[in-house]
C-alpha cells in the first residue's frame, strides 16, 4: 500500500474566470528554487477553460491538484476552502492573477522554520500593470525585521494594510484553521494576518518577491466602485482600537480615522465625488476632515522627504 507524500508548504491559487492568467501563475510556482510544495487550484465555478489549462499541468506534474466548487461560493469563502484543501504544514495564497519570483517560498519558509514563534512572513511585492509593467514596488520595512505581532496589528491599524496581499505572504496552517471572516469582503485577508499576529510574531523580507498584477477585472476595484471597503476599514478600526494590546492614544486614534477618510478622498474621482464625500461625513465629520487634511499633507511630504534620504 502507498503512502501518499506529503507536503511542507501548500500553495492555493483561489481562481473564477482566470484562465488568461493562470498559466504564468502556475508557472511562477514550478520555477520555485524550493521544491516540497504542493500546488492546489481551487475554481469558483468558472465558465472560462481554466480546468483545460490546468489539466494540461497536472499530466506533467503530480504535485497539482485541481478541486472545482459546484456553485460559485464567494470570494472569501472560496479563500477558506483553499485551507479546508490544504494539507502543508505551511500556507501561500495565491492569487490567481500574481506571481512568484523563485526564491520567494526558499526565503519565507527558511524565517518560518528558524523562528518558530512567528507566524506569518511576508515579502515586499511589486505591484505591475496587467502586461507586467512595474508600478511601484512596497515593503512593510526596507530590512529584513522580526517584529512582536502586536505592534505589527497596531501600526497596520493605523496606517493601513502595510503587511501586503496573500500573495505577498506565508503562514503557520494550524493558525489559520478558522478559515477567512465573511463579514469582510475587501479586507478578509488582513482579518486573517491579523488573528495571526494575536498569537506570534511577524517576519518581513524586503526584497520584491511577488508580483501584484493591477488591473480593472479585480474584485478589489468593485469594492472601491461600491464603497464597500469605507464601511469595513472603519468597522475594522472600532472593532480593534479598544483592543487592550492596542492602547491607541487620542492622537493616534485621530490620525487612524483621518487615514482612512484619506484614502476615501484620494478616490473622489474613481467614485461619485458627492457619495465621497457622505461616506467620510458618515464616518468622520467633514468639516474636521478639511481642518485636518493639510497636517496629512505634510506628514506625506516629510516621508517623502525621508525616503529621498535613505
Known sequence: MSLEKSFKVS?????YNYAHYIQETIKSVLKQTYKNFELIIVDNCSTDNTEEIVNKYISIDSRIKYFCNDTNIGLVENLSRCLVMASGEYVKILCADDL???RC???SVQLLEKYPQVTLVTVARSLVS????????????TKYKLINGHEVIKNCLIEGNMIGEPSSVLFRRENAKDGFNTNYKQISDLDMWFHLLESGDFACIPEPLCKIRQHE???TKQNITSLVFADEEFGFLNEYRNKEYIKLNFFENQYASLNKAYIIWKLRHDITPQKAKEKISEHYGLSL????????????LIRTILQSCK
Open 11 to 15: 500553495i492555493c491559487i483561489p481562481s
Open 217 to 219: 477585472l479585480q474584485g
Open 105 to 107: 517560498i526558499e526565503e
Open 100 to 102: 512568484l519570483e523563485p
Open 130 to 141: 496587467k502586461e507586467l509593467q512595474l508600478i511601484t514596488t512596497l515593503s512593510y520595512s
Open 289 to 300: 476632515f478639511y481642518a485636518l487634511l493639510p497636517f496629512k499633507y505634510f506628514e506625506l
